[in-house]
């Protein structure tokens, strides 16, 4: 069975940092997608990031491109999100995702973690 287990949320002022951490337990495949969403009060839900192992190919929303890096840790099934400079309209529950491949993730990723609460102040 396929575990998410998202950490690192938490509350930061404005141009701050934070990195979130989603380990993947019960994934035995070589070639998987993995990344975040994210979804605020009163608003849809938005595709933040997203990195698929085998041919490491990258996926940014505008708002969070080049401010966000996804990377990961193949050995230990793990991907950060990497989030710098901060803004206030960043806040929001974050949830990492993952599928099998980016067909299968594109009509919406099979496997969810808890989310885990990102705070920017002003």
């Known amino acids: 069975q396929v575990q998410l287990v998202e950490s690192g949320g938490g509350s930061v002022q404005a141009g701050g940092s934070l990195r979130l951490s989603c380990a993947a337990s019960g994934f035995t495949y070589s070639s998987y997608c993995m990344g975040w969403f994210r979804q605020a009060p009163g608003k849809e839900r938005e595709g933040v990031a997203r990195i698929c192992i085998g041919d490491s190919s990258t996926y940014y929303a505008a708002s969070v491109k080049g401010r966000f890096t996804i990377s990961p840790d193949n050995a230990k099934n793990t991907v950060y999100l990497q989030m710098n400079s901060l803004k206030p309209e960043d806040t929001a529950m974050y949830y990492c995702?993952?599928?099998?491949?980016?067909?299968?993730?594109?009509?919406?990723?099979?496997?969810w973690g808890q989310g885990t609460q990102v705070t920017v102040s002003s």
């Open positions: 995702a993952a599928d099998l491949s980016l067909r299968t993730w594109l009509r919406g990723p099979k496997y």
